[in-house]
């Protein structure tokens, strides 16, 4: 099974909201990341956040880690439609092994 | 534009027939990845090729192969193609081998119908 596990599968909001979404894993990891996907159009790599940070922004993205519950968190404040979207978590385990992504949230944010 | 290209954007097959996908990775680009997403199973990784070798094998069937060459642009093989295997296929690439701080950049895809 997948490494990462992203909850919930699917989220509905309203422009100017914000969208929280969260990714669990199993094993240590080194990094975690986040990638985003329009429909139907490959990934694009959004924010990474080493095993030794807690919490990292990029624009309105917010990305906190808690490798005590093995557990991260993307945070989009103020939402548009244009945020529409799959996103993915990705972790890379401390052993080494590659990148395992997991099974995607879809976010939708309505006009 | 993530720099990845692969070709062709579509293909229409039908069953039975073998198919190659074709992957160029970003300039400098040692690793390339391929993956599977149709909408049933999410995103699957199939292979990994680092620097001409393979570096890491995931849920590929044995009627799918994958190689890269010299110049490090990377096909992807799939023969005796069935319904199932309709789906998009994604290469994607990164400068390094995978874990740590390396970023993958993922090509538009190939979106392959078979009926």
């Known amino acids: 099974s997948q490494q990462g596990e992203e909850d919930p599968q699917a989220l509905s909001i309203q422009e100017g909201e914000n969208a929280t979404m969260n990714c669990s894993y199993k094993t240590s990891i080194n990094n975690l990341q986040w990638y985003r996907q329009n429909s139907g159009r490959g990934l694009v790599h959004l924010i990474l956040?080493?095993?030794?940070?807690r919490e990292k922004h990029s624009g309105r993205l917010r990305v906190t880690l808690d490798t005590s519950k093995k557990s991260s968190s993307l945070l989009i404040t103020a939402s548009r439609a244009a945020d529409t979207a799959s996103y993915f978590c990705a972790t890379d385990a401390a052993s080494g092994s590659r990148l395992t992504f997991g099974e995607g949230t879809q976010l939708t944010v309505n006009p | 534009d993530s720099g990845v290209t692969q070709t062709p954007k579509h293909l229409i097959t039908a069953t039975g027939q073998r198919v190659t996908l074709r992957c160029s990775p970003r300039?400098?680009?040692?690793?390339v990845y391929w993956y599977q997403q149709s909408l049933d199973q999410g995103l699957q990784f199939l292979i990994q090729?680092?620097?001409?070798?393979?570096?890491a094998k995931g849920n590929i069937l044995e009627r799918f192969s994958a190689q890269q060459f010299p110049d490090l642009h990377s096909e992807l093989n799939l023969s005796s193609l069935e319904l199932g295997d309709s789906a998009l296929y994604f290469c994607?690439?990164?400068?390094?081998?995978?874990?740590?701080?390396?970023?993958?950049?993922f090509g538009p895809g190939t979106r392959l119908t078979v009926l």
């Open positions: 090729y680092y620097n001409g070798e393979e570096r």
């Open positions: 994607a690439s990164s400068p390094g081998q995978g874990f740590g701080t390396d970023t993958q950049y």
């Open positions: 956040i080493r095993s030794n940070e």
């Open positions: 300039s400098g680009d040692l690793s």
